[in-house]
Nanobody, 115 residues
Framework: QVQLVESGGGLVQPGGSLRLSCAAS????????MGWYRQASGKQRVLVAR???????NYADSVKGRFTISRDNAKNTVYLQMNSLKPEDTAVYYC?????????WGRGTQVTVSS
């Protein structure tokens, strides 16, 4: 199973930016499809963005134009650049190894957007 470790969360003011990182284990990271999900307090975990092995990306409507997912296969790392952050972006952000199976999750990193 692929092991994932997220980093980069924290407290930021509205309108600010953060970059999350997710380091993955394994020697074939380049073929992994990866994603970022988030879970706000009292709500279900939802997809934020995902990226295929070929670099095709998909975003939730709520973050389109503000967030960018990318990957560095040489570093076994996927990133989530978050700009123009809003209070409603406050959540625990989780990295997910989507494909190939089995799926796996990181432990999450807290992002809090508040003045």
């Amino acid at each position: 199973q692929v092991q994932l470790v997220e980093s980069g969360g924290g407290l930021v003011q509205p309108g600010g930016s953060l970059r999350l990182s997710c380091a993955a284990s394994g020697s074939i990271f380049s073929i992994y499809a990866m994603g970022w999900y988030r879970q706000a307090s009292g709500k279900q975990r939802v997809l934020v963005a995902r990226i295929s092995s070929g670099g095709i990306t998909n975003y939730a409507d709520s973050v389109k134009g503000r967030f960018t997912i990318s990957r560095d296969n040489a570093k076994n790392t996927v990133y989530l650049q978050m700009n123009s952050l809003k209070p409603e972006d406050t959540a625990v952000y989780y990295c997910k190894h989507i494909y190939p199976p089995p799926e796996s999750w990181g432990r999450g990193t807290q992002v809090t957007v508040s003045s």
